[in-house]
């Protein structure tokens, strides 16, 4: 990672800008046109939008060691049409000589981090609205139309305005049973979803204590914010998880300089006490309609689901574990949890997590976005209610229009489970270690 020296006060996120255009520095609403370090796309949104149009322009790929691909919306297959589309994309992959294909280990938003793809300081572009999740590694990463995607696979290049920021600042102690998910939904419906061309910078107390996987949460659900990206500075939790997959970062002083300045100028600064908060729930059909989860009752549930890039990464299990521990999922209600990735499922199965959901009753499903993005297995019907530990609980998301979905932690999802209603997930940790 290389950057320029900066001539203003600047957020992290215009240091990033800055750097990816060739600039000292950008202002808020300047148009730029930026090199992009690291694209990427998924077997819904890459292959069979990107083909046609490469095609049209009789062109290839700009740099093939800086794309990766991730088969994880249709996998796997359950119809012809599924099958043909990871056909499509296996062969755009083999064609192209595609070394960072990822075909059917898991979702790409924890696939690529993993496999330490997603660099501090990146300029990173996806073909996902889910593609923020990697600013939990101070990358600028945001999500692009399947047009927009084929240009920057072919050029390298994307423009943009820069946006301004938002910085939520959180501090205090979470409370047993109140984590990372719980503080976004509170945000969306404080701030609501309606945050176009803005950046959130997570920062606090609370921030820097949080692990990698519960930091991609905050970044992740920047996109239910309606923000162009959501950034966490670089910091010792960063480089050690990068450190883990192999890929350390290859300058921590350059990294650790990309943290916004003390006199950055901001749109609006939030500040979020941790300690008060409580486990949250959003009813249908919007995470803004968020609430504190007493304040909605005993609502029967019919299915439960872990899944998702934000809501089945291996702290996202291991929370669950805790709750089921001992407990069995009620009549009536079926849990599903769905890894988001393999190395995700062989962590659970190596430390006892796997063998506890099982146990209580949890059918295992493909890794992969499955329910969460309405394809494959677990879908709902009619006057079905579901509680989820997905990001989005539109009208007729998860199956049909005449179901209803219900957002929370793992925990909340878990304890719901077990319950067969929607119920305060603190009621089953009493008894156990602090997590």
């Known amino acids: 990672m290389t950057s320029?020296?900066?001539?203003?006060?600047?957020?992290?996120?215009?240091?990033?800008?800055?750097?990816?255009?060739?600039?000292?520095?950008?202002?808020?609403?300047?148009?730029?046109?930026?090199?992009?370090?690291?694209?990427?796309?998924?077997?819904?949104?890459?292959?069979?939008?990107?083909?046609?149009?490469?095609?049209?322009?009789?062109?290839?790929?700009?740099?093939?060691s800086k794309i990766a691909i991730v088969s994880d919306h249709y996998v796997p297959a359950v119809d012809a049409e599924s099958a043909s589309i990871l056909r499509l994309t296996r062969e755009f992959a083999e064609r192209h000589a595609?070394?960072?294909?990822?075909?059917?280990?898991?979702?790409?938003?924890?696939?690529?981090?993993?496999?330490g793809l997603i660099r501090p300081g990146a300029f990173v572009a996806g073909g996902d609205s889910h593609t923020p999740m990697a600013g939990a590694f101070g990358a600028y990463a945001a999500g692009y139309g399947a047009t927009d995607m084929a240009a920057i696979v072919a050029t390298g290049e994307t423009w943009?305005?820069?946006?301004?920021?938002?910085?939520?600042?959180?501090?205090?102690?979470?409370?047993?049973?109140?984590?990372?998910?719980?503080?976004m939904l509170r945000l969306c419906r404080d701030?609501?979803?309606?945050?176009?061309?803005?950046?959130?910078?997570?920062?606090?107390s609370t921030v820097a204590a949080m692990s990698m996987t519960e930091r991609m949460v905050l970044s992740n659900m920047a996109a239910e914010l309606g923000a162009e990206t959501g950034i966490v500075a670089p910091d010792r939790t960063t480089f050690d998880y990068l450190n883990a997959t192999g890929r350390p970062c290859e300058d921590e002083a350059a990294a650790l300089a990309l943290a916004s300045d003390v006199d950055a100028s901001y749109q609006r600064v939030v500040a979020c006490n941790a300690s008060e908060l409580v486990p949250q729930i959003a009813a249908p059909h919007s995470p803004a309609n968020s609430a504190d989860v007493d304040d909605h009752g005993h609502v029967r549930v019919d299915q439960a689901y872990i899944g998702a890039c934000v809501?089945?990464?291996?702290?996202?299990?291991?929370?669950?574990?805790e709750v089921l521990a001992g407990r069995k999922v009620a009549r009536g209600v079926r849990l599903l949890v769905a890894p988001a990735s393999g190395q995700t499922l062989e962590a659970v199965t190596?430390?006892?997590?796997?063998?506890t959901l099982l146990a209580a009753g949890a059918?295992?499903?493909?890794?992969?976005?499955?329910?969460?993005?309405?394809?494959?297995?677990?879908?709902?019907?009619?006057?079905?209610v579901c509680i989820s530990t997905t990001n989005r609980n539109f009208k007729g998301r998860m199956g049909h229009v005449g179901s209803s979905v219900y957002l929370g932690s793992p925990y909340s999802v878990a304890a719901a489970a077990v319950a067969g209603y929607i119920v305060d997930p603190r009621e089953f940790l009493h008894a156990t270690e602090v997590h």
């Open 4 to 64: 320029l020296p900066h001539a203003s006060p600047s957020t992290i996120a215009q240091k990033i800008i800055a750097r990816a255009a060739g600039l000292p520095s950008v202002a808020v609403g300047q148009l730029v046109t930026a090199k992009v370090d690291f694209a990427f796309a998924h077997d819904s949104s890459g292959p069979r939008r990107w083909q046609p149009l490469l095609d049209q322009l009789g062109v290839g790929l700009w740099d093939k």
């Open 98 to 115: 595609i070394d960072d294909f990822f075909d059917m280990l898991g979702i790409s938003h924890m696939v690529l981090p993993e496999r």
């Open 160 to 183: 943009l305005s820069v946006p301004a920021t938002i910085r939520v600042v959180i501090d205090g102690r979470l409370g047993r049973g109140v984590v990372a998910k719980d503080v």
């Open 191 to 204: 701030l609501g979803l309606d945050n176009a061309f803005i950046a959130i910078e997570y920062a606090g």
């Open 311 to 321: 809501g089945a990464k291996i702290d996202d299990l291991r929370m669950a574990a």
């Open 350 to 355: 190596r430390d006892g997590t796997l063998a």
């Open 363 to 384: 059918i295992m499903m493909p890794s992969g976005c499955g329910a969460c993005a309405g394809m494959g297995a677990g879908l709902l019907a009619d006057r079905d």
